[in-house]
Structure formats: structure tokens, C-alpha cells
């Protein structure tokens, strides 16, 4: 399961005091607000990523459930050590399997499944991708038994719990059917994929041009906030707005290599070494055990696989070939939200 999770993760993949509720191999739940807790996955672990959830005053919204549906059933098994209300709502925030594979564990429970309404079409089609031109039988039947979103919604929704309120938005960039999950009342942002903590980022869906966009929106929309980051730890407003510089800072060095004539290998040759000094510079060799080091200022997660892909996809974004899932016709959007 460990190299299932770290293929993946190759193509995938303010609070003053943060309390540690769980440790394990696989992720570690924190307390990040009143009744709202991260699960933070280890790099390398059976989660693949990170999920959470939030507990109002009638039931509990859990915001993503890991790659599989064993670290889900654990993060089940964490909710009840601290609440025996329902489980009323599973936020989706994109289609992405490692955030998606154990939603049979939560439906089982009773929850509604939600998500913006590109990902329904997408789950259990462009989820194949990530196991090669030829997947395997056994691959195609674990796309093929994710569960879909029983609820989708187009631009913004609410979610009541009691007198909480938890908010729902589409927002552009990481795959074009991102969620973010707000929580108003403690400033607590968990935004999925939109923010990686000091990690290098998945782009093969991207659109880095509306992703620095959304971030500037959620910088000005929560200059305090707390970030739940997709991969990476909790994340601070200066780690949000370092994934923004790092965007932009790949971007203009793709965009100056591309119109000095460069392409290809050559284009690569270029920017590499730029992002090498401020993103990967003291990153240590792979070790024998594989396992991999904690990401640090200069030596962020994910460096040596992502960066290389990370060059090539924004490239071809650049030069407008790049291809992403098309979004859903009109004709199929959900009467739920707006």
C-alpha cells in the first residue's frame, strides 16, 4: 500500500496552539479551532493526503477522506473519540483519488456525500489516469467503486450544523472542481489541493493562471485565517502566500524561458536550477529506505518528482496545449446550492 501511495503522489499527490490528538503511521489529528480538527497524512502514509472535519451543535462535516477506505475507517475511529454525533456531511473538495477513497467509509455511516458538481463526472473516469496507459483490472475496479457525491452544487452552498455555519465555495485552479470549506466563526479555511504546505504541487490539472488568482482572493478574504492545506502541515497565512510566490515564481521563469526560444529538455535546463535554489536547495539524496525527509524553507516536499512535471505542465498551459478535464454541461447541473 505504501508504493500504491507514493506512485500516486507522483501524479498526484495562525492558530497559536495546535493540540495532537492521534499519531500514527499514516496521518495525526490536530485541533486547529473549537470543534474543528485536521488530519494531517504522513508523506509516504496509507492517506495519501490530508482530510479533517468539523463538529457543530447536531452532527459533524468531514472535509475529504484520505486515498483509502482503511485510514478512513481510523479516521472514523477518531471522530467517535471525540463526538458520538452523526456524521450529516463528506466534503469532496476534488476528484482526486488520494482525497476521495474512502468515501464508501463515511456513506456507510450515513453521511451525504457533497462536492462541486464537475467532480461527479469525473470521480470515477479521469481518476483512471493515474495508473497508466494500461491500468489493471484491480485498478479499474477501485475507480470504479469510488463513491459519487449523493449532493453536488455549482457556485456556493451552506452547510448548517445546528447554529454553525460551514461554507462551501467553488474556486478555480487546482483542478477545475475545487471546494473550499470556510468556517466563519473561527476562521478556519480547509482548502484541499488549493494550498500545499511548503510541498511542491500536483499540476496535471491545473490552471496555474486562476490558481494564483484564487489564492490572492483567499489571502484578502482571510488575512488571519488558518489554513488546512491539502498536503503539508496546518498551514499559516505566510505559508499560503509562499505556495502563491512559488506559483508565480515558476511561472515566470517558464514564461522568460519559452520567449528566449527554449523548449523541451532545454526549457527544463533553465528553470530547474531556479527553483532548485529556492525550493529544493538543501534537499538531502534519496535514502536507502526511501522514506521521505521533512520538508523544510529550502527544501520543499515532493521536489524531486514534482518539479520537472511542474516545468513541463506549465509549459504546455503556457503555449495552450495543455489539456484538463472539460467541465460539465449546463444541462447537468445539480438543483442543490446554487
Not at 456513506?107 to 491500468?135: H, M, Y
Not at 512559488?246 to 536550477?273: C, F, I, N, S
Not at 524531486?304 to 503555449?319: C, D, H
Request: aromatic share 8%; charged share 20%; proline share 5%.
Amino acid at each position: 500500500m505504501r508504493t500504491r501511495t507514493a506512485a500516486l503522489l507522483l501524479v498526484l499527490s495562525s492558530f497559536c496552539s495546535i493540540a495532537v490528538f492521534a499519531d500514527s503511521a499514516d496521518f495525526t489529528v490536530k485541533k486547529v479551532g473549537d470543534g474543528i480538527y485536521a488530519a494531517i497524512g504522513t508523506d509516504g502514509g496509507k492517506a495519501g493526503s490530508n482530510a479533517g472535519f468539523i463538529i457543530g451543535s447536531n452532527g459533524v462535516v468531514v472535509v475529504d477522506t484520505f486515498e483509502d477506505v482503511a485510514p478512513a475507517r481510523d479516521l472514523l475511529a477518531e471522530i467517535r473519540k471525540i463526538t458520538n454525533l452523526p456524521i450529516r456531511f463528506v466534503v469532496n473538495t476534488h476528484y482526486h483519488l488520494d482525497h476521495t477513497g474512502g468515501n464508501a467509509v463515511f456513506a456507510q455511516a450515513g453521511a451525504t456525500i457533497l462536492a462541486q458538481r464537475n467532480l461527479r463526472g469525473w470521480l470515477r473516469t479521469e481518476n483512471l489516469k493515474f495508473f497508466g496507459a494500461n491500468p489493471k483490472p484491480e485498478q479499474k475496479a477501485t475507480v470504479e467503486a469510488l463513491v459519487l457525491p449523493d449532493e453536488t452544487y455549482s457556485d456556493a452552498v451552506d452547510i448548517y450544523l445546528g447554529t454553525r455555519q460551514i461554507q462551501v465555495r467553488y474556486m478555480l485552479g487546482h483542478t477545475g472542481g475545487d471546494s473550499v470549506v470556510t468556517v466563519p466563526d473561527t476562521d478556519v479555511v480547509f482548502a484541499g489541493d488549493l494550498v500545499w504546505q511548503k510541498h511542491l504541487p500536483n499540476l496535471i490539472d491545473a490552471t496555474t493562471s486562476d490558481w494564483v488568482k484564487t489564492l490572492d482572493k483567499l489571502l484578502a478574504d482571510h488575512p488571519a485565517a488558518t489554513f488546512v492545506s491539502g498536503h503539508g502541515d496546518v498551514a499559516t497565512v505566510a505559508d499560503v502566500r509562499d505556495f502563491h510566490d512559488y506559483l508565480v515564481t515558476l511561472r515566470d521563469a517558464v514564461a522568460k524561458a519559452r520567449a528566449a526560444g527554449k523548449t523541451d529538455q532545454a526549457l527544463v535546463d533553465d528553470v530547474l536550477p531556479q527553483l532548485q535554489e529556492k525550493y529544493g536547495k538543501d534537499c538531502p539524496a534519496a535514502s536507502p529506505d526511501k522514506k521521505p525527509s521533512a520538508p523544510t524553507a529550502t527544501c520543499w516536499g515532493f521536489f524531486g518528482p514534482f518539479s520537472k512535471r511542474n516545468i513541463m505542465q506549465t509549459a504546455a498551459e503556457l503555449a495552450g496545449t495543455k489539456k484538463v478535464p472539460a467541465p460539465l454541461a449546463d444541462a447537468d447541473k445539480s438543483a442543490f446550492g446554487k
